[in-house]
């Protein structure tokens, strides 16, 4: 089944500008969400315009831009009705186009690390781009998040929502087959922010696609989020080696700093010496969910800020989650807020596939073949 409305290409961006954006103020659910808003947020070095578009609906506002399918503000109250963006990210395209953290970018197309960029399928050996030592990381250098995608708004009953396409040609970064995408992200009247990943290829080929938005509930630029609590429903994590790819072991949790199956602060354990740890810097590890992959999605995580009182409970149909204590935060990068961001101010929770699991046949397949539509969805919901 064909997923776009038009043949995508890279570079292409949605045409027309509605300089309008949303407000401010305490919590408001209302029956459905606004209209999506349109706006011009920059151009890059060749003159493709890129486009910021605002969503609101159920207390939540969104803002997602073009370029790299990029959340570049999420805005939730907290328990006194006080709004704050609680993702990382920039004020500016510059910062987004330089940047090497993916902040808030749609990743593909292959979310995480493939050992050395290589993988073999149907007998094939493919070399991809590598952009991480000697692996290949989120897609490449020229991975998804680099990309001006088409955008199109909607609004659906009490739903509103954007849908994301870009086609990716064969051979992009290595990957063969021309893989056609779609990503929706709908705002519903309770404020939930829902994704929904399709794809389909005309060649057999690996996908595994996600979102890399960094979080913290109390507001980005506030500062460390090592007392947010924070669950994950999972027994086994997969172990690394020192390029941060899986060493193909299932581990146990129990009676290491990865056992988050009970709420704990993020930074109880994060200085606990574990090898794991000392390696990786912080956390920056694939928990295998207990509850594997599933038909719908399934509550797998949650994570707190006890000062707001906001959270986020976030469900999914993967079996995969990689939490990333944002350990290569170095003060350098400064904020949409104006403030930088330093070691530990912002964390990542991406459902997934393992990494490298085109390396791993016993692991739940990422193969994508003709005639197959690849279908994911995640939904984080909000609340104080």
């Avoid at 810097?281 to 797998?300: C, E, M, Q, R, S």
Wanted: hydrophobic share 30%; charged share 20%; with cysteine.
């Amino acid at each position: 089944m064909e997923l776009n409305r038009r043949t995508v290409i890279a570079g292409a961006a949605a045409a027309g500008i509605a300089a309008t954006t949303l407000g401010t103020g305490t919590a408001e659910a209302a029956p459905g969400g606004r209209k999506p808003v349109k706006e011009l947020f920059g151009k890059l070095d060749d003159g493709t315009k890129v486009y910021r578009w605002s969503l609101q609906n159920g207390g939540t506002r969104l803002k997602v831009l073009s370029y790299g399918g990029i959340i570049q503000s999420l805005e939730i109250p907290d328990r006194h009705g006080r709004y704050a963006n609680v993702s990382l990210g920039y004020d500016n395209l510059a910062a987004y186009v330089a940047g090497t953290t993916f902040f808030g970018a749609t990743i593909g197309r292959y979310g995480n690390r493939i050992a050395k960029g290589q993988f073999t399928l149907d007998g094939k050996k493919y070399q991809l781009n590598v952009n991480d030592g000697v692996n290949s990381l989120h897609g490449g250098a020229k991975g998804f998040n680099t990309k001006v995608w088409d955008v199109e708004g909607f609004t659906s009953g009490s739903d509103v929502g954007l849908h994301l396409y870009y086609t990716s040609v064969d051979g992009e970064m290595g990957y063969p087959g021309t893989l056609r995408t779609k990503v929706t992200f709908t705002l519903n009247r309770d404020g939930d922010w829902r994704i929904d990943y399709e794809a389909t290829t005309d060649r057999p080929t690996v996908v595994n696609l996600t979102n890399h938005t960094y979080w913290n509930l109390a507001g980005e630029g506030s500062g460390t989020i090592e007392d947010h609590e924070l669950t994950i429903a999972a027994s086994r994590y997969t172990p690394t080696d020192t390029g941060l790819i899986p060493t193909g072991e299932l581990a146990k949790v129990s009676g290491t700093p990865f056992d988050f199956r009970k709420s704990k602060p993020v930074g109880r354990d994060i200085r606990a010496g574990h090898p794991q740890q000392v390696q990786a810097k912080g956390f920056d590890h694939n928990w295998v969910l207990d509850k594997g992959v599933t038909a719908k999605p399934v509550h797998i995580a949650t994570l707190r800020d006890p000062r707001s009182g906001r959270t986020l409970k976030i469900a999914t149909d993967q079996p995969g989650l990689q939490f990333y204590s944002g350990n290569f935060l170095d003060g350098t990068l400064v904020g949409t807020s104006g403030r930088t961001y330093r070691q530990g101010d912002g964390l990542c929770l991406e459902t997934q596939h393992f990494p490298d699991s085109p390396n791993e046949p016993s692991w739940p397949s990422t193969v994508l073949r003709p005639g197959q539509t690849y279908r994911t969805t995640t939904i984080h919901s909000f609340g104080a």
